[in-house]
């Protein structure tokens, strides 16, 4: 899996935008970017996922950059209870049935009010 | 369930004891993952299921790790011979989908304490 750089931690003003980036310049062409949280003392939650085309789900919206060493996550209001880690995470959509996730130490993203 | 339930939510162990820790994974959900998250690090992967069959277990740190699934559904992650290192938060996760990345529900984690 390619390897994956983010800033360790962000601070965000209550409803606005949140834009974690995330750097993977290692990534191959049938690599996706996934976006998983964790608010304290939960486990991992799945926030979105893609290839090369921009997404957008009732949680944010990913941005990859057309040469898809990097990419964004957009928060478009944060609020108090987006305050958690966000993992970027670089893999095949299916590692052959085996493979597990390789989160890294993720952003710490504080949402102040 | 609604989701994936791990117990116990926490659990004391002196050095040298045995634990297990129990996951009831979401029905029906073919994929289950365990792994280890050390205090201010992200989890760590340990192993894999599919349906009963453990099909990675490359992560496991030693042979006092062991898993089992033995229907398919409910896991237990046993360490025998605790040591303090082994102090940490174990995740079960669980997925409808067979080596996909997206999908995955956790549960809360059992935070265990050797002492």
């Known amino acids: 899996d390619a390897k994956t750089t983010q800033p360790t931690s962000m601070d965000c003003a209550e409803g606005r935008a949140a834009n974690l980036p995330c750097n993977h310049s290692?990534?191959?062409?049938?690599?996706?970017v996934y976006w998983y949280r964790q608010i304290h003392s939960q486990g991992p939650q799945y926030i979105i996922h893609g290839l090369k085309n921009n997404e957008t789900n009732e949680m944010a919206s990913l941005i990859i950059t057309e040469d898809r060493k990097s990419s964004t996550l957009i928060l478009p209001h944060a609020t108090l209870r987006d305050t958690a880690v966000y993992y970027c995470i670089v893999r095949l959509y299916s590692g052959g049935g085996a493979d597990g996730l390789t989160f890294g130490k993720g952003t710490h993203l504080i949402i102040q009010p | 369930g609604a989701g994936v339930s791990q117990s116990p939510r926490y659990k004391v162990a002196k050095r040298g004891q045995d634990v297990a820790l129990r996951c009831d994974p979401i029905?029906?959900?073919?994929?289950l993952f365990w792994y280890q998250q050390a205090l201010g690090q992200g989890p760590e992967f340990l192993t894999y299921f599919q349906n009963e069959a453990q099909l990675d277990k490359s992560g496991l740190p030693s042979d006092r790790f062991f898993a089992e699934r033995p229907e398919g559904s409910v896991s237990t992650l046993k360490i025998q011979r605790t040591q303090q290192e082994d102090s940490a938060v174990y995740l079960c996760?669980?997925?409808?989908?067979?080596?996909?990345?997206?999908?995955?529900?956790f549960g809360s984690g059992t935070r265990l304490t050797v002492v």
């Open positions: 029905s029906g959900h073919v994929s």
């Open positions: 290692t990534i191959s062409g049938n690599e996706y």
């Open positions: 996760a669980s997925s409808p989908v067979q080596g996909a990345a997206y999908g995955y529900t």
